[in-house]
Structures are given as structure tokens and as C-alpha cells.
């Protein structure tokens, strides 16, 4: 059983859509980082947030931490055919490891 | 600057022999974490290492695997006897505690096939 809940599991759109990658658990992180993944490379952090109700911006990327730091989001705004790749939640928990969710594979068609 | 370094990319062997995985953390970086990637299971921590010293290992899945870190810039992962269902792709992260968030910087993988 995973403790963090990604959906969907799969997401495939056209170039220029948006999509929004969930994030959830039951339990309280002291932050929560996304980790883009390529295929034959290892996961690449994108963001760490911290606060509850906290959002950051890394340009067409949107990520927004829930007030209860339970949960979390990623949006992507016209997404673009490199957006194409894994992308995997981690909770940090009071023991300083990070427990990841099992991701969602977005493919972004041209 | 390097990132993490790992060794060799691609492991293929036979069941029973010994496999060593290597890494080479970014200089600096105090903590060190190894994983286990599968499409069952994900991305599973194994153990972690600060300032070379192993903090938790319930992640090894059992007395086969074993991991050290002699020095800062060195750990190594082994298995022995490696087995069919130890196939996966092996990473090693780093991460400089103490600094803001654990924040992990992960090498490119080791892909372990073992027939």
C-alpha cells in the first residue's frame, strides 16, 4: 500500500492542453516534492513545498500544497511534448526519508 | 559540477552470483540513499546513510542485501546471491542535511538483470 495516492495513474493529451496531476495521503508531511523522471534517467526534483496552502510557479508548472500538508497538485498549463515523462510526489516525514507515490506517466502528443 | 555517479549503468548475471552496485555521491552531501525502482512496487528506499553512518535499513529487503559507505564519497550495495526477483533498477541519491529540506539528488540508475 502506498502512502501517498497519485492519480491518474496514466495521462495522455494533446500539445497545448492542460492537465492536473493529484497527490494525496493520509498522513501529515513536513514538505512535499515533486520529482520529474525520464525514461533510463533518475527522478529530477522540481519543486519542494513546505506550508500548507503554499503555491509555487515554475513557469508553465503550477504546484499547490494542501492546508493540512496532506496533499498536493501539479498543473500544467499548454503542455508541451517535453512535459512528456514520470512524475512522482514524496512526502518528507519526521524521520527525514521520503516516501514516494507511484506516479503518474503523462505523454503529451504534438 | 558532477552529480551522483553510479556504476556500472547495466548489471546482467546469473542467479547466485554476487553483485556489487557503486556510488559516488555529490561532494559536499552528507546523506546518501539507496532505491529499488520496479513497476510493481516503485521507487523503495532500501537505506540511508548520514555521515556514513547507516540510520535505517528496514528497507533492505532481506540478509542477501548489504550496503556500506567507507568514506564520504564511496557506498556500495551488494547482493548476495542475487536472485531473479532482484531485478530492478538500483538508484543512489544524495542529499546535503542540515540544509533546508531533504531535497535528493538522484544518479542515473543501475538496471540489474538477473536470469
Known amino acids: 500500500t502506498q502512502l501517498l495516492e497519485q492519480s491518474p495513474q496514466f495521462l495522455s493529451i494533446q500539445e497545448g492542453e492542460n492537465l492536473t496531476v493529484y497527490c494525496n495521503s493520509s498522513s501529515v508531511f513536513s514538505s512535499l516534492q515533486w520529482y520529474r523522471q525520464e525514461p533510463g534517467e533518475g527522478p529530477v526534483l522540481l519543486v519542494t513545498?513546505?506550508?500548507?496552502?503554499e503555491v509555487k510557479k515554475l513557469k508553465r508548472l503550477t504546484f499547490q500544497f494542501g492546508d493540512a500538508r496532506k496533499d498536493s497538485s501539479l498543473h500544467i498549463t499548454a503542455a508541451q511534448p517535453g512535459d512528456t515523462g514520470l512524475y512522482l510526489c514524496a512526502g518528507e516525514g519526521d524521520d527525514y526519508k521520503l516516501s514516494f507515490g507511484a506516479g503518474t506517466t503523462v505523454t503529451v502528443r504534438a | 559540477d558532477a552529480g551522483v555517479i553510479q556504476s556500472p549503468r547495466h548489471e546482467v548475471t546469473e542467479m547466485g552470483q554476487e553483485v556489487t552496485l557503486r556510488c559516488k555521491p555529490i561532494s559536499g552531501h552528507n546523506s546518501l540513499f539507496w532505491y529499488r525502482q520496479t513497476m510493481m512496487r516503485g521507487l523503495e528506499l532500501l537505506i540511508y546513510?548520514?555521515?556514513?553512518?547507516?540510520?535505517?535499513d528496514s528497507g533492505m529487503p532481506e540478509d542477501r542485501f548489504s550496503a556500506k559507505m567507507p568514506n564520504a564519497s564511496f557506498s556500495t550495495l551488494k547482493i548476495q546471491p542475487s536472485e531473479p526477483r532482484d531485478s530492478a533498477v538500483y538508484f543512489c541519491?544524495?542529499?546535503?542535511?542540515?540544509?533546508?529540506?531533504?531535497?535528493?539528488?538522484f544518479g542515473p540508475g543501475t538496471r540489474l538483470t538477473v536470469l
Open positions: 513545498v513546505v506550508t500548507g496552502g
Open positions: 546513510f548520514n555521515n556514513n553512518v547507516p540510520i535505517d
Open positions: 541519491a544524495s542529499s546535503p542535511q542540515g540544509i533546508g529540506y531533504n531535497e535528493q539528488f
